[in-house]
């Protein structure tokens, strides 16, 4: 039940009706009804206002813009703001020698074809966010380490994440799949088996230069079907087989795909620019 201020004076017989043996005078009668009403006045005033100060302090920190562009994302499908490197054909790439890339492509898949070389991205890119599935045939018994179905992707044709067959297969750890070549060892190692598609989902920050000179470094996130394996690393320069890794100043350029010998497959390749 709710009360109200100006129910005190009915309160009055109420209160002496109940107090059998213990009498007040008219007066007090009326002073223990009103602390009794004032006790049980409800709080909805005071709420409300306090309600309304919060939300004024709160809208001080809310911002309204920019508003974030819609993007369609449904499952199995490319961001509607994305761009498909493997849609229909090859007409996104091209041989790193020059020329039409030779690679095998059917069924949205595309094949390395070994002998052939690198091919790139007609496109140049700076920072991105990458989705790739990658599939690696059954080895052949005499492949293990580097030889077991390597390639490669790299990041404006000069930082490379390994693409390699790392299930049950010994290799130096910063070089196996899921690795910044050369430089950073991944978290865990999230490989599927041969002949099962990988997935990598990968966020890529290029690095700035101011003039020859290098302002920040690249960075980078991989995650392998599902699993984090690099959290935002630095890129300490190119991915060198031999040496050390090194930069040099340059603009957005192509992702490239490496030809390493090994029938190493792609599909469902699309980017974002970010």
């Known amino acids: 039940m709710t009360l109200y201020k100006n129910a005190v004076p009915e309160l009055a017989p109420k209160v002496a009706a109940s107090n059998t043996g213990f009498s007040l005078n008219a007066g007090a009668q009326i002073t223990l009804a009103a602390l009794l009403a004032a006790s049980l006045t409800p ?62 492509f059917a069924n949205g898949e595309l094949t390395v074809k070994p002998g052939t070389g690198d091919i790139k991205t007609k496109q140049g890119f700076c920072d991105v966010q990458l989705h790739v599935e990658w599939k690696v045939p059954q080895p052949e018994p005499s492949m ?33 799949a899921g690795s910044v070549y050369k430089q950073t060892i991944p978290l865990v190692n999230a490989m599927r088996a041969p002949g099962e598609w990988q997935e990598y989902d990968i966020i890529y920050k290029a690095p700035v230069f101011d003039g020859d000179a290098l302002e920040s470094p690249g960075f980078v996130t991989v995650i392998h079907n599902g699993v984090l394996v690099q959290n935002h690393v630095e890129i300490q320069g190119t991915t060198e087989w031999i040496g050390a890794p090194k930069y040099k100043a340059h603009g957005c350029e192509p992702i490239q795909l490496q030809d390493h010998g090994n029938l190493v497959s792609f599909r469902n390749m699309w980017v974002r620019e970010l």
Request: charged share 25%.
């Open 43 to 104: 709080l909805a005033f005071a709420d409300d206002a306090e309600r309304l100060e919060r939300s004024k302090q709160a809208a001080k920190t809310e911002v309204w813009e920019p508003v974030p562009a819609v993007v369609s994302a449904k499952k199995n499908e490319v961001p509607s703001d994305a761009i498909p490197l493997l849609a229909s054909d090859m007409s996104a790439w091209a041989s790193v020698k020059g020329g039409n890339a030779n690679w095998d």
């Open 144 to 176: 293990e380490g580097q030889q077991r179905n390597n390639s490669g992707i790299f990041f404006q044709q000069r930082y490379e994440i390994q693409v390699l067959d790392s299930y049950n297969n010994a290799t130096y750890p910063n070089g196996q």
